[in-house]
């Protein structure tokens, strides 16, 4: 059996990532809309901004730029997350003292469908996030949370992340390249 890159493994399931285009977009909002929505039912403020009507991290322009990701199983998308290429604004800010040195990809807006929540798909795609990093030539995966999210702490943690430092009121992780 030969290995796709961009396949994903999860119990007897196949994950396909590949790159979101233009037409995916409505769908893409659909999921960020519903994911913001759970979020905020389970009494978490992230991601407020989608239910307000404002993206951040413009998803177009991030769609544009190759730098949106679909899981998908079959025709079905079952995640999505963004993989920067570069420092957002946000990202400068955060990082400003760290790890300037170090090429970096800057993985934001990570969404699981709630139909494959619970079943490590985010662990999985984080381990894509990292080797996707490194075959491009980078040298590090960043990421942030909100410094009182145990849960995204932990999950951050045990995918490999290294909790480089908190700032203001956020924790920012880091992944680097295996030598």
Same mark, same amino acid.
């Given at each position: 059996?030969?290995? &796709? ?81 570069? !420092? ?35 662990? !999985? ?21 909100? !410094? ?9 943690? &045990? ?21």
């Amino acid at each position: 059996m030969t290995t &796709n890159q961009n396949n994903i493994p999860l119990g007897d399931d196949i994950f396909v990532v590949k790159e979101a285009s233009v037409s995916e977009e409505a769908s893409l909002q659909q999921l960020m809309i519903d994911t913001a929505s759970w979020l905020k039912s389970r009494g978490s403020s992230q991601w407020s901004d989608i239910l307000e009507g404002t993206d951040v991290h413009g998803l177009s322009d991030r769609i544009r730029d190759g730098e949106v990701f679909l899981v998908l199983r079959g025709a079905e998308i079952a995640a999505a997350f963004i993989l920067r290429k570069t !420092a957002s604004d946000w990202d400068a800010r955060l990082w400003n003292d760290h790890g300037k040195d170090a090429p970096a990809r800057y993985l934001h807006r990570l969404m699981i469908a709630r139909e494959w929540s619970g079943k490590n798909l985010s662990q !999985a795609i984080l381990d894509w996030a990292s080797k996707e990093a490194e075959r491009t030539g980078y040298v590090a995966v960043r990421l942030d949370c909100i !410094a009182e999210n145990q849960k995204l702490n932990t999950l951050y943690q &045990n995918a490999g992340f290294t909790n480089i430092a908190t700032v203001d009121g956020f924790c920012i992780y880091e992944k680097k390249r295996r030598n």
